[in-house]
């Protein structure tokens, strides 16, 4: 086995070109999930250049298995772990079937089991504090303000990923019936309903704050960042992080923390948890299950805290 001495020998090559077509084209992964992948592999690859192996042929089970235990004694979380067993796994999966290598060395990779953590979420008085700092924000009219209300409603009303958000267009959005079609992972698209606070909201962008940013290159993109393009994702995630910061209690989550919030409250209110999977357009039932496992511990703790004879 030769040794390489130039490290970008490994992820320069045509295989790795053809393994990020394969994710956004074939598997319709979204761009922060291909991002993800890619690192992984070149964490990989800093790897095996370490352990003087020279391309993607030569890689053995051992590497895979050394590039693990090195992320473990480092301190990586076992979820860390897992996924970049995934990667690796998917990537040699992928690769072997196209003939890019002639052997898959990840076919017998296993990640060490990922231990099962309650999501952070929001309680209702806290997301109600939340949407409230927001609406006092945007009396002042100010386009942003407006902007950033109507995001905050649609994301605790309707549990969508901060990616579907910022891909919504005006016309995916129906105003009277008070739906939106999304477009999701591997680009399934479902119906979600949402409330009248956040049509309210999402009224007054449209109506006082949408036209006051529209550019030439605006297109039909439903929200706009401060030049009037596309807003970003990170900017929604600053917007959450701002807003949670200066609710009083409230824990520090991003976008994703309203989602597992609105998914809480949901089942804690009585939805039915199938509904609630097609709502955050879940593919399998276990992934939603989490959120009734959440009530199960709220209700747990409040038992604790308040019954005389807990």
């Not at 990667?87 to 890019?100: L, P």
């Amino acid at each position: 086995m030769s040794v390489v001495t130039n490290e970008s020998t490994l992820t320069d090559r045509p295989v790795m070109v053809g393994y990020e077509r394969h994710l956004r084209s074939e598997r319709g992964r979204s761009p922060h999930t291909v991002r993800g992948y890619l690192a992984d592999l070149r964490d990989l690859a800093d790897h095996l250049v370490g352990v003087g192996v020279a391309s993607w042929d030569d890689v053995t089970l051992a590497d895979l298995r050394s590039w693990l235990a090195g992320l473990d004694a480092a301190g990586a979380s076992r979820a860390t772990v897992a996924r970049r067993s995934a990667a690796a796994r998917g990537f040699f999966g992928w690769a072997f079937r196209t003939g890019a290598v002639q052997r898959n060395p990840a076919s017998r990779l296993v990640a060490p089991k990922r231990t099962k953590t309650l999501p952070d979420v929001l309680r209702q008085d806290q997301a109600a504090a939340l949407l409230d700092l927001a609406a006092v924000a945007a009396d002042d009219a100010d386009p942003v303000h407006l902007r950033n209300r109507a995001m905050l409603e649609l994301l605790y009303a309707s549990g969508v990923r901060v990616a579907e958000l910022v891909g919504l267009d005006v016309d995916d959005v129906d105003r009277s019936d008070l739906v939106m079609r999304v477009v999701g992972k591997g680009d399934k698209e479902r119906t979600v309903p949402f409330g009248r606070p956040a049509a309210r909201a999402l009224e007054a962008w449209l109506q006082s704050g949408r036209p006051r940013l529209v550019v030439s290159g605006s297109g039909p993109a439903l929200f706009l960042g401060a030049r009037g393009l596309r807003v970003d994702p990170r900017i929604v995630r600053q917007v959450v992080h701002q807003l949670l910061r200066e609710t009083p209690g409230a824990p520090d989550l991003g976008p994703h923390g309203l989602r597992h919030s609105a998914a809480t409250h949901l089942v804690e209110g009585g939805a039915d948890i199938r509904l609630v999977q097609e709502l955050l357009g879940h593919a399998s039932l276990a992934t939603t299950q989490v959120y009734t496992h959440v009530s199960v511990e709220r209700l747990r703790r409040s038992f604790s805290q308040a019954h005389p004879r807990a």
